[in-house]
């Protein structure tokens, strides 16, 4: 791997997400990362999960800071780096982390993704034939109102996430004041 690269050519190349690791000549990091963009943009334009476009800024300023950042490093610092991808999908799999609890959560994220890509084609359905039996003006509210529904399952589940990891903290503070009370006695 060639250590010299020009400082231009660094920072242009890392304005693209990969494209800087890439040119440093981390070529696993740098596909990993472009992979992730695609895959983020695939899931904002063409899957309709809108939220998930949200990740792009992170991924683009983790990948420019990252370049540089490795760009800046002494030689023995750089050499010791090595080139691996981000993901290990053959590990994520066979971990077993996917067990238990988590495996109940991981379906449930993955039932609420594919109803939410079902959604809106579902939605202009229904609004299309609304519009035939029913006013223009409560088609229109009607869609409103729809459209709406998956942003406020996703905001019910985060406030009762919220509330049941206050009412664990507070269990789990409750049961260390038992457990020294105890010890003391």
Not at 93 to 107: I, Q, Y
Not at 122 to 129: D, P, Y
Not at 140 to 159: D, K, T
Request: hydrophobic share 50%; net charge negative; aromatic share 16%.
């Amino acid at each position: 791997m060639n250590r010299r690269k020009s400082r231009f050519w660094t920072f242009i190349c890392s304005l693209i997400p990969g494209a800087g690791e890439m040119y440093l000549g981390f070529l696993k990091e740098g596909v990993s990362i472009m992979v992730l963009g695609c895959v983020l943009l695939a899931c904002d334009s063409w899957l309709g999960l809108y939220p998930l476009s949200y990740g792009l800024p992170i991924l683009w300023f983790y990948s420019f800071f990252d370049t540089h950042n490795r760009a800046g490093l002494s030689d023995e610092e750089f050499y010791a780096l090595e080139d691996d991808y981000l993901f290990h999908f053959d590990q994520v799999f066979s971990s077993g982390w996917l067990e238990g609890k988590k495996r109940t959560v991981a379906a449930w994220v993955m039932i609420f993704l594919g109803l939410s890509i079902f959604w809106r084609p579902a939605v202009r359905w229904l609004i299309s034939m609304t519009d035939l039996w029913f006013s223009h003006v409560f088609a229109e509210n009607l869609s409103g109102f729809l459209y709406q529904i998956p942003r406020f399952i996703v905001a019910g589940a985060l406030i009762i996430g919220g509330i049941l990891l206050i009412q664990g903290k507070k269990k789990e503070l409750n049961g260390d004041v038992e457990d020294s009370e105890i010890e003391n006695s």
